[in-house]
């Protein structure tokens, strides 16, 4: 089993070159190569976007800017940029180093490679009780597809509640194109 950080959103009242500065140090080793581009238009109510890349790739965004942010620093890193942390310590102590650092979201992936965690057992759980959260279950999605292929997921909760879970057999997936080639 292999557990990663999936997907990583935070926000700060600190300056945005300190918080580039700052989130140098989880990448260790490879910060020097770290160069924050231009400038773009911001989403979601921010006036501005700094694509920060590692190489060519994008480590994170920041979005800052825009009277109803009230100096707010909005971090966002992808599932894929996650992988290039080498020091997730130190992304914990930026909430310690930056103002009124708070965490928005994050997201944890568990990949099992021998059916440690299965769909029949998640359900299983669900229906024991195991999600309760202030004594009831969250609400269950359950997607199967007509072609056994697709594999299935199941998600428990809701994406804008405190927790959610998607689990879903990814590896249906990838032996899909295997067996196609064949």
């Not at 580039?20 to 490879?30: D, E, I, L, T, V």
């Not at 940029?81 to 909430?95: R, S």
């Not at 990949?111 to 759980?125: F, I, P, R, Y």
Request: hydrophobic fraction near 40%.
């Amino acid at each position: 089993m292999k557990t990663t950080i999936d997907f990583l959103k935070f926000r700060t009242q600190s300056p945005p070159f300190e918080v580039f500065r700052a989130m140098s140090k989880p990448f260790g080793a490879n910060a020097q190569f770290l160069v924050m581009g231009g400038e773009d238009k911001g989403v979601e109510g921010f006036t501005t976007r700094v694509v920060v890349k590692l190489v060519d790739v994008v480590a994170f965004s920041m979005d800052f800017g825009g009277e109803s942010q009230r100096g707010w620093v909005r971090e966002t890193m992808t599932g894929a940029t996650c992988l290039l942390v080498q020091d997730w310590g130190a992304m914990q102590d930026l909430v310690n180093r930056l103002d009124t650092a708070q965490l928005r979201r994050v997201d944890v992936a568990l990949t099992t490679l021998e059916g440690e965690v299965t769909h029949e057992s998640v359900l299983e759980a669900y229906t024991q009780g195991e999600f309760k959260g202030r004594g009831r279950n969250p609400k269950m999605t359950m997607i199967q597809g007509s072609d056994h292929w697709d594999g299935r997921t199941i998600y428990v909760g809701n994406r804008k509640g405190a927790k959610y879970l998607r689990a879903y057999e990814k590896g249906l997936e990838q032996a899909r194109g295997l067996a196609e080639t064949l």
